[in-house]
T-cell receptor, first 113, second 109 residues
Framework: DAGITQSPRHKVTETGTPVTLRCHQTENHRYMYWYRQDPGHGLRLIHYSYGVKDTDKGEVSDGYSVSRSKTEDFLLTLESATSSQTSVYFC????????????FGQGTRLTVV | DAKTTQPNSMESNEEEPVHLPCNHSTISGTDYIHWYRQLPSQGPEYVIHGLTSNVNNRMASLAIAEDRKSSTLILHRATLRDAAVYYCILRGSNYKLTFGKGTLLTVNP
């Protein structure tokens, strides 16, 4: 399986604090994605990247920023966390061996209190 | 991104075939039809994809209507491990996936 690791897996933080989630891949792949999933909903794209320093917004990017300074790491930052950002966050890459397939991480459960 | 419509839920019995429908009437000529599924507490996983022709793999079959405005994911013999939310997705540019709410499949023993 493709090597993709999300950290942390669980986090509780207070409203107004900054939070950074990390997605690390060992596949040297260009495309990486951040999604969020809320109860009863499918995944919604936050930001994506198609290479180092090349990122773009998805459908729910407000309140989030991303950085990609190395191929293997894609960071998602909540500058000032709000309760509406309580969610499960999934990182994905294009599968290294199968170009048509996205491979997802195990998710990070973030709770903002 | 083009939209898909799926039933909210479906139920099946173990070892019986399951046909999961998806409507995508606004599909463009270059959109691929992808299916993913999400087991409880896991990230989505790829199931199958196609463009125009029917497709088979070890997990499932995908039947695509001639006008491409609908498709059906077929699980030939449902098992308890197939209980999941199934998403029908039209893959857009930059390989972005736009998820709907999917179909929750319940498999009864």
């Amino acid at each position: 399986d493709a090597g993709i690791t999300q950290s942390p897996r669980h986090k509780v933080t207070e409203t107004g604090t900054p939070v950074t989630l990390r997605c690390h891949q060992t596949e040297n792949h260009r495309y990486m994605y951040w999604y969020r999933q809320d109860p009863g909903h499918g995944l919604r794209l936050i930001h994506y990247s198609y290479g180092v320093k090349d990122t773009d917004k998805g459908e729910v990017s407000d309140g989030y920023s991303v950085s990609r300074s190395k191929t293997e790491d894609f960071l998602l930052t909540l500058e000032s966390a709000t309760s509406s950002q309580t969610s499960v966050y999934f990182c994905a890459i294009k599968h290294p061996g199968r170009d048509y397939e996205a491979f997802f991480g195990q998710g990070t459960r973030l709770t903002v209190v | 991104d083009a939209k898909t419509t799926q039933p909210n839920s479906m139920e099946s019995n173990e070892e019986e075939p399951v046909h999961l429908p998806c409507n995508h009437s606004t599909i463009s000529g270059t959109d691929y039809i992808h299916w993913y599924r999400q087991l409880p507490s896991q990230g989505p996983e790829y199931v199958i994809h196609g463009l125009t022709s029917n497709v088979n793999n070890r997990m499932a079959s995908l039947a695509i209507a001639e006008d491409r405005k609908s498709s059906t994911l077929i699980l030939h013999r449902a098992t308890l491990r197939d209980a999941a939310v199934y998403y029908c997705i039209l893959r857009g540019s930059n390989y972005k996936l736009t998820f709907g709410k999917g179909t929750l499949l319940t498999v009864n023993p």
